[in-house]
């Protein structure tokens, strides 16, 4: 997320609310499938890069 400059609520509109962000990067959560797929395409990669 530093490296693109994103904060957690520019992510949470793609994932699911700041608070699945927070728990994500917190290692709370883990990433569901239509979550790694729409961070793939935001950021031009294979969704297996997330899952």
Known sequence: MEQHA???TYLSAEIGG?????????GK????A???KAL?????????VFI
């Open 18 to 26: 700041q608070s699945v962000v927070s728990e994500i990067l917190t």
């Open 34 to 36: 239509r979550q790694a």
């Open 6 to 8: 994103l904060k957690q």
């Open 29 to 32: 959560r883990e990433i569901n």
């Open 40 to 48: 793939a395409t935001r950021f031009s990669v294979s969704p297996a």
